[in-house]
């Protein structure tokens, strides 16, 4: 493990005062320091990389890094503390805010790749479960970038949970759409259920239909 043996002492000092004990104040040249405003939400680089324009992108980033003193967390100037030291928790503090940003500038980007290969994703020659598994490892992804539906806040307008709903019915809808034809009696009934059934429910109601063709075949094979 790279470790780093800059002496950072001389931006940390304590201040007495005679009712209170020392208060330990760190200089915002430290190279550790954090502004309250650095949050991991926060975006400071407007233009997201699209593919096409990483050279501007990339010197945007670099400049904007410089600026808040944190360009030595990607150069490897402040690379990584042993976890012995007195300001691990510090630098580990900052090299994940700095992650943060980062993800948070190509995020936008992940999302857009991630929703096209869920639009073209249809069944094909897999099962229902597989076909499943497929969709819904893309909306799990979708799920961790996307911070909306993780909303916690609490309301009585019931806008929420609608909200939630209609994001519910637009997966079934989506999910449905992909399969084969031969479920195109079964999609039918389940889209005809008032209200729309979870996504789960009819997972099962497709499984259940899956086994009786299999059923079918085995007690008349061809």
């Avoid at 550790?32 to 501007?56: A, E, Q, R, T």
């Avoid at 691990?88 to 940003?101: G, L, P, T």
């Avoid at 806040?153 to 809808?173: P, W």
């Avoid at 084969?180 to 259940?208: C, E, F, G, K, W």
Wanted: with cysteine.
């Amino acid at each position: 493990m790279a470790t780093n043996s800059a002496d950072n002492s001389s931006n940390v000092s304590a201040v007495h005062t005679a009712t209170q004990p020392a208060v330990v104040v760190i200089d915002s040249s430290y190279p550790y320091y954090l502004y309250p405003s650095d949050s991991p939400g926060m975006i400071f680089v407007n233009s997201l990389s699209d593919g096409k324009g990483y050279g501007g992108w990339h010197r945007a980033i670099v400049i904007a890094l410089s600026a808040k003193n944190k360009l030595g967390f990607i150069d490897e100037i402040y690379s990584e503390l042993d976890s012995s030291s007195t300001d691990f928790k510090q630098w580990n503090r900052c090299n994940d805010i700095v992650i943060s940003w980062l993800l948070n500038f190509l995020s936008k980007d992940i999302a857009e790749s991630l929703q096209k290969e869920l639009n073209d994703l249809v069944q094909g020659t897999s099962d229902v479960a597989g076909y499943y598994t497929k969709v819904k490892r893309i909306w799990d992804e979708l799920d961790t970038l996307n911070t909306c539906e993780h909303c916690t806040c609490e309301c009585d307008c019931g806008g929420k949970s609608r909200t939630l709903k209609s994001l519910q019915d637009g997966r079934l809808i989506q999910f449905l759409m992909g399969l084969n034809d031969t479920y195109s009696a079964v999609r039918s009934n389940i889209l005809m259920i008032t209200p729309l059934p979870s996504v789960n429910q009819a997972y099962s109601l497709l499984i259940q239909d899956e086994k009786q063709r299999e059923i079918h075949v085995a007690q008349h094979p061809v």
